[in-house]
């Protein structure tokens, strides 16, 4: 029954305001319909124990709604509750609840009203006893509101009671005749109240400041919303040693404004001048850009425009009515597309002085407009073409005389015209022809012109599936020179031709082989310049033949001569993961630097994945053996689930040039034991003195590099969990001397446990060749430690020590070290009581000792407002901070210069 009677009254309602509204009208739940007439309206009653009716996002809850089809408009008779969202001027959207008696909501205009209400948003409750709502606004008659009702606390901290209360959704609350209640207690009258609602960086800016230079400064951005299409800040100056003292300008963004502007951002600000100035007067700063869009009957969708304009300039109050020569630069652009033509028109334009012996940064259009047409094509012919025409100024051509004779810019017209013709058929069966035709013009008023041509012409004939032979002729003309730089239009000082033939056969005889050939000749070129023939082979293994090569031979056929070859293969190893032992080569030569090294390679891959390789590296140009390389990798097979052991090893030795590198590792049951070395061998080819990648010794430990390096040892539990530990040794080693030169041993240990977190790591300085001394060279502590519910420690400590001869400095960094005690007796703590100390601390003869500067903190958290204060007694500074909901708030600060109001920066303007 009640599904098809919701059937019925989404029929009946949707008939009713869909062709008017545009609206959908969904029927959620009810019980019984009702049609009647009053005074010649028509009334719809829609009934039930629980009456649920959603109008697209927005929902209605009730036991009783009437549908008033004449007036268009829907009243909740009694209790009921509306559902809907709100947006502010930027757009942002948030949810807004409104209960109340007899609510009456228009659905055309979305107006709201109705007696006893309450209002709920993301951070107010608004209670009231008449409520009216327009877009954009909602007014409260004889109201209350709090942000404390979702604290769940009786009575609340604190509310304001006001004759007549206005909710800017998203932005603002103002109150009429308002009374402060704290604890429900009234402690003042106000004749108005304004809270900030925003985001953080939409609330009021406020800083102040002293300085030498400018004394006194204050600056403040006060936010302001026109309606609900624009906001901004007032932007207030104040500098006590400037004249003027006063600076005053704007910082707004608007959105649907008139012709079709979708959004304006403007910002403007008149700040005195520096007193390093020698006249008194303003710096201005102007901004402002927008975008749009117009519709057009004649476009696809409508003309879309962006504009930018700039300036910056100086006004000196000697001579107000002559401002120093600043710069203005506007862009202004808009395109539409009309049938297949695609229009942009742009101006680029900058007023004022142009740069004294520069070029200009960025090309002028004055203006430009652009044709482009997005194609024809008829069966295999397609064409498209664009033409743009424009008035320039400009940076000069690099080595024009203009630029021989001093001059940086240069204005002139320019029309430039491109297109581009392509043909494509096949004549005959296994053919495929290709022609094309590409220009690009340029044409200046100073009688040059730049033309960039390019012809091309392609067959290809396949010869069933394997083999086919290709014939490409591409011509290429480049010529003429422009007036502007390179950078900004295309100039050919030097004509570019070029016609190049092209012949290619390739071919595949069997499936696992493939072969190449192809020669391209340039008939504007000598014979000593032309491409050499290029031929290529390519091997592929099959199941019963495990070989692949890759070969490829460049042979100049005019000077009978060969250019370069590369080759590579593979023999052996069986599957996709190339199973068993394979052996494999590469190298290659070239005419200029002679052959690469024949790089020769003996691998095995066993059945479970372990693998090992020998890669020994030969010099062919000098005749000797370069470097060898081993690697092995293999996991334990058996006892793999509660013992798995795998190995990693990689060595390479320098033979020609004796250098060792290494790394190996062992890991069981996810600890991992490593090593790593980095040696110049004795007999290497290091002179004295040189530094090397692979470490060095000391300058006395002996005359050259060679046998000098780094070895390290390492073993370490699981990466990546949430317990971990690490200890690594070692550091540069001397071969020659046989020992370490400055040892360390370096550890660190991380332990997790719900939210207690600790992290330790620490270096010790441990006896060797070049030091004598065991000693803690570093060290460090951070973390958080829950010691009771109540009391917890945290922070992050460092010590740094360092040693120059028998001189020592000890470094102590807390940064912070805090304790700190949770107050009151619900679960959640209502005050937390903070000891906290951040300094650094530095020790060592001769040094003054540095008094600990402990700082008390106090931080009451009661859901709709905090508190804190903090004491440094030691620099004689007191902080006082009060936020609110939604980011506001503000602090004030005592120093023994006197009393600062740092205010809220973030975001602040000059």
Not at 113 to 130: H, Q
Not at 392 to 398: H, I, N, S
Not at 436 to 453: D, I, L, P
Not at 658 to 674: A, I, K, L
Request: hydrophobic content about 35%; proline content about 5%.
């Amino acid at each position: 029954m009640r599904r098809s009677l919701a059937f019925s009254l989404l029929a009946l309602l949707g008939s009713a305001l869909l062709p008017a509204l545009a609206r959908t009208v969904e029927i959620v739940s009810a019980d019984r319909l009702e049609v009647r007439r009053d005074d010649g309206q028509e009334i719809v009653v829609i009934s039930g124990e629980n009456v649920q009716l959603k109008i697209d996002r927005e929902s209605i809850t009730a036991t009783r709604v009437e549908f008033n089809r004449t007036k268009r408009t829907l009243t909740l008779v009694g209790r009921g509750t509306y559902r809907s969202f709100v947006q502010d001027a930027s757009g942002r959207e948030s949810e807004q609840v409104l209960s109340g008696e007899n609510l009456v909501v228009d659905l055309a205009t979305q107006d709201l009203a109705g007696e006893d209400v309450i209002v709920s948003t993301a951070n107010l409750e608004i209670r009231g006893e008449d409520v009216e709502r327009v877009p954009g606004q909602l007014s409260v008659r004889d109201g209350y509101f709090t942000p404390c009702a979702k604290c769940g606390r009786t009575p609340n901290d604190y509310g304001v009671r006001a004759q007549q209360v206005f909710l800017y959704p998203g932005d603002r609350i103002v109150a009429y005749g308002a009374t402060l209640l704290l604890a429900d207690a009234p402690v003042a009258y106000l004749p108005a109240l304004v809270l900030f609602l925003n985001d953080p960086d939409r609330q009021p800016r406020i800083s102040f400041g002293q300085s030498d230079v400018d004394g006194f400064t204050a600056r403040l951005d006060l936010p302001f919303v026109i309606g609900t299409t624009a906001q901004g800040f007032t932007l207030l100056r104040y500098y006590g040693n400037r004249t003027p003292r006063f600076g005053l300008g704007v910082d707004m963004t608007a959105y649907d404004l008139p012709l079709g502007l979708q959004r304006l951002d403007l910002y403007a600000l008149a700040n005195p001048k520096p007193t390093a100035d020698s006249e008194d007067g303003y710096d201005i700063d102007f901004r402002v850009r927008g975008r749009g869009l117009l519709d057009a009957d004649f476009t696809k969708s409508g003309v879309s425009y962006t504009f930018e304009a700039t300036r910056s300039d100086s006004l000196t109050l000697s001579n107000a009515t002559v401002p120093a020569d600043g710069i203005a630069n506007v862009d202004v652009t808009a395109k539409a597309e009309v049938g297949d033509f695609d229009f942009s028109v742009r101006y680029l334009d900058r007023f004022g002085p142009e740069p004294t012996g520069a070029a200009l940064p960025t090309v002028l259009r004055r203006p430009e407009l652009d044709i482009q047409y997005d194609g024809y094509k008829a069966g295999d012919f397609s064409a498209d073409f664009g033409v743009t025409v424009g008035n320039y100024r400009g940076a000069v051509r690099e080595g024009s005389q203009l630029a021989r004779q001093g001059i940086f810019n240069v204005s002139a017209g320019r029309l430039a015209e491109t297109h581009t013709l392509s043909f494509s058929a096949k004549p005959w069966d296994g053919t495929q022809l290709n022609l094309s035709n590409s220009y690009s013009g340029q044409f200046y008023s100073t009688g040059q012109r730049v033309v960039s041509y390019t012809v091309g012409a392609g067959l290809t004939q396949s010869f069933g599936t394997n083999y086919s032979a290709s014939l490409n002729y591409v011509y290429t003309r480049d010529e003429g020179v422009g007036p502007f730089s390179t950078s900004i239009f295309p100039s050919y000082p030097v004509r570019r031709l070029s016609s190049v033939l092209t012949a290619s056969v390739n071919g595949r005889p069997t499936s696992n082989l493939s072969f190449g050939v192809s020669q391209a000749y340039d008939f504007f070129k000598e014979r000593d310049s032309q491409t050499p023939t290029r031929f290529t082979v390519n091997l592929t293994p099959t199941p019963g033949f495990p070989v692949s090569l890759n070969g490829t031979l460049e042979y100049d056929a005019f000077e009978q001569s060969v250019q370069r070859w590369t080759l590579n293969s593979t023999i052996g190893g069986t599957g996709v993961t190339n199973r068993g032992f394979s052996v494999s080569f590469d190298t290659g030569y070239d005419i200029r630097g002679g052959f690469s090294p024949l790089n020769t390679t003996l691998a095995y891959v066993a059945d479970t994945g372990d693998t090992a390789s020998f890669r020994a590296t030969y010099d062919l140009n000098d005749h000797e053996l370069d470097t060898i390389q081993t690697k092995l990798k293999a996991t334990s097979t058996y006892d793999a689930i509660l013992n798995p052991v795998s190995l990693d090893v990689d060595l390479t030795f320098g033979v020609s040039n004796p250098q060792y590198t290494g790394t190996q590792s062992v890991t069981w049951r996810d600890v991992t034991f490593s090593s790593q070395q980095n040696f110049l061998l004795p007999d290497a080819k290091v002179e004295p003195g040189q530094d090397n990648a692979n470490g060095k010794c000391p300058p006395n430990a002996s005359s050259s590099l060679e046998g000098c390096g780094t070895l390290t040892f390492r073993v370490a539990g699981p990466s990546g969990a949430l317990n971990s530990w690490n200890a690594t040794f070692g550091g540069s080693y001397d071969l020659l001397r046989g020992g370490w030169t400055n040892p360390t041993l370096a550890g660190q240990l991380q332990v997790t446990n719900g939210s207690n977190r600790f992290v330790a790591q620490a270096t010790v300085n441990v006896p060797g060749l070049e030091s004598q001394y065991l000693e803690l060279a570093n060290a460090g502590l951070s973390g958080q430690l829950d010691i009771t519910p109540r009391v917890g420690i945290g922070g992050d400590v460092r010590y740094v020590r360092t040693r120059v001869g028998e001189a020592v400095t000890e470094t102590l960094t807390l940064n912070p070290l805090n304790l700190t005690f949770g107050l009151g007796r619900n679960e959640r703590p209502d005050a937390y009581l903070t000891f906290g100390l951040q300094q650094t601390l530095t020790f060592g003869a001769n040094l003054p000792r540095t008094p600990l500067q402990p700082i008390v903190k106090l931080t009451v958290d009661r859901c709709c407002w905090a508190f804190q204060f903090e004491l440094n007694p030691v620099q004689r500074l007191a902080r006082f901070s009060l936020s609110l909901p939604a980011g506001g708030g503000q602090s004030i600060e005592f120093t023994p210069e006197g009393p600062r109001l740092p205010g809220l920066l973030s975001g602040g303007t000059p």
